[in-house]
């Protein structure tokens, strides 16, 4: 995965994106967005916001920034606004050099982007810099179960779809390891738990 790919196989997604994936995901949507707990007033920051399909689930008087890569998926992003209580600006920018002040946001959003960036750990480390202390990140995405090892099928399924701009086999334990933040809750969601719903909070 590099970002010139990711840019041209979401720019090839981007008209479909909703209509293929829209239902399958809305579950684990809602739940990371119930996990997250959002309140009014609070700056929320979307990383890889993608066709901005999470802003949808945002609860009244959020503020917040959208970034990604792909001008074709933010374009169909800013179709979805205005988002009604909410006031939502959307930025290009990569996750692994977010275009963001530190410590700027109560809460993050990583939903189906640390499979997708070239460098998970890096694109940790930005959502955990522009996080003020004690703050949130929620992520929604599949992970390969820590320790363990992609089985062949695995492996040859990863061959397919990380040209399809995702990668089947990180593990989430890696991405997370010498970060000051904690697990603060882990769920299995869709796909009989392939895909997880995890909550993270930033140790201060
Ligand atoms: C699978 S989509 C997920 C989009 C959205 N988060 C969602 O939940 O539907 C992955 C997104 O990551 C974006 N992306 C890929 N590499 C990126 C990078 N280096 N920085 C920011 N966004 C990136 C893609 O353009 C795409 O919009």
Redesign the pocket.
Known sequence: MN?QR?RFV?RLWAPVYDAVLGRL?QQGRRRAMEQLGLKAGERLCL?????G??LLHLPKGVNGIG????EA?LDRAKKKLPIEGCDIELRV????ALPLDDRAFDAVIL???LS???DPALCMSEAIRVLRPGGRIVIFDKFLPDGTEPTWGRRLANLVSTRL??DLNRRLGDILSGFPCEVARDEPSILGGMYRVVLIRQIP
């Open positions: 970002n990711n979401y995901f990383v890889g916001v993608g066709t399909a999470d970034v990604d890569l792909s998926m920018g990569d996750a692994q939903n189906l982007i997708v960036v070239p701009g995702t």
